[in-house]
Every structure is written in C-alpha cells, then in structure tokens.
C-alpha cells in the first residue's frame, strides 16, 4: 500500500470528526435559538444526526461546548457590539442606546436566557455573563454625556434599566411586545438622563 493512503485515510476521518463536531455545536445552538434551554445530549445526537457516543467523544465536558456556541453568538453579534458609540443629544444618544440594545437583546435572548438558566453550573456561562455585563456598561459609558458620566448613581440606574435583565422581565415576564418593552425603557431612562441637562 502507497505511503499515502494511511494519511488520506487519516486525512478523511480528520475531516468527518470536525465536521460532526460542527453539526453537534450547530444543533446545540439550534435547539437553544428555539427554546429548549438545557438540551439533552440525545436531543443533540438526533439534530446532528450523529450517535450519542459522538456527541461524548467530542464533547467531553459541557464547557467546551458551551464555549463553542459562545464563539458562534459572538461572530454573529459582533457587528452589533462593534459599532461607534451614538452621538449627538443627550436624547438621541439614549434613543440610539435602546434602538441597538433592544435588537441586540433579541438577537440573544434565547441563549442568555439558556446561559443564565445553566450558569450555576458552568464557569464559563458565568464568566461570560460577567463580561458580557461589563462590556454592555462600557458601551453605555462610552456614549453617555460627561456631566452623566460623572455621577456615579446615575450611571447604576441607567446600567440597570438598559440591561439585558430588565428587557427580559418586560419582555418574557411581563409578555410585552418588543414595541411596549422599548417604550418603557423610554419611559424609565429618559427623566434618569433629563436629571442631568
């Protein structure tokens, strides 16, 4: 037998390992996106399609999973969180912070909502949510008028109502459509920011 075809081979089963560990990531992040929050390994087998056995010899651990599909959200959000801070009036600048938070927050919900459901158990889902918490209050900052910046209270308040949190509660507790939730956020955060004109 020629000295390449045992490294075709290996080749071969190289590319059909990293191609069933990418149909796992998928379904795994698939089944979230529609709302089963903590998917069983079976239920990732069958989207995969892929045995059982797969889904355990690649991921051994829920962490490395659960890092893969951070990854994934991360690219495809990315742009979102990448974009200049808003300028112009201090009500502008807060109009053009809820428009991006509210269609970032619903890009993510399923799978922050899945993360914080499995966060007691995982580090990584906590240490994500940590950051993901910092960077969405350095945003804000960034943007935010100096004489608001200053004042550290008010900065809280306003983490606090444009958080990811409170558009859940208006959201999924409170059943509001994406309209109403914005609407209240409005409502809240505006007199906050007007405190300071």
Partial sequence: MPASQPQKKQDGRRLRSAASRRRIVEAMRDLVREGTVSPRAEEVA???DVGLRS???HFDDMESLYRE???LILIDVAPMLELPPPSGTAD??????????AKLFERIMPFRVAADMNAHRSPFLADDRARMNTAFRDIMR???PTAVRKDRVLVDALDAVLSFDFWRRLRVDQRLSIAQARRVVEAT?????GAKR
Avoid: K, N, T
């Avoid at 502008?92 to 938070?101: A, Q, S």
């Avoid at 955060?189 to 920011?193: G, S, T, Y």
């Fill in 142 to 144: 960034s943007a935010l």
């Fill in 46 to 48: 069958a989207r995969a």
């Fill in 55 to 57: 889904v355990f010899r």
């Fill in 69 to 71: 599909i951070g990854d």
């Fill in 92 to 101: 502008e600048i807060l109009e053009e912070m809820i428009d991006r938070r």
């Fill in 189 to 193: 955060a505006a007199p906050l920011i």
